[in-house]
């Protein structure tokens, strides 16, 4: 999967991300990534993981038949969802 961390300020847009035994994507240590317009499917754990002040923002993307939740947000997190389908 892809592991977004330590103040990266990148971008992840237009991918399939699917199938792995870690999350999908995790965000942490204050990075603010842009995830945007992926396909993000069939993880072995959380689709997207945001922890340890992670925020960024996560539009208009996919997220669906994770084996944890399809999303996980920790309580020091301030991330901007919107336009995401989440089944």
């Given amino acids: 999967g892809i592991w977004i961390k330590e103040q990266a300020r990148s971008s992840v847009e237009q991918n399939e991300i699917y199938g792995n035994a870690l999350p999908n994507l995790c965000i942490s240590g204050s990075a603010e990534p842009l995830i945007r317009m992926n396909k993000i499917y069939n993880g072995k754990q959380t689709g997207i993981c945001v922890r340890e002040n992670g925020s960024g923002m996560i539009d208009n993307n996919q997220i669906f038949d994770n084996a944890l939740p399809n999303l ?11 336009n995401c389908r989440i089944f």
């Avoid at 996980?72 to 919107?82: A, D, E, P, Q």
């Fill in 72 to 82: 996980y947000l920790s309580h020091t997190c301030t991330t901007v969802i919107r």
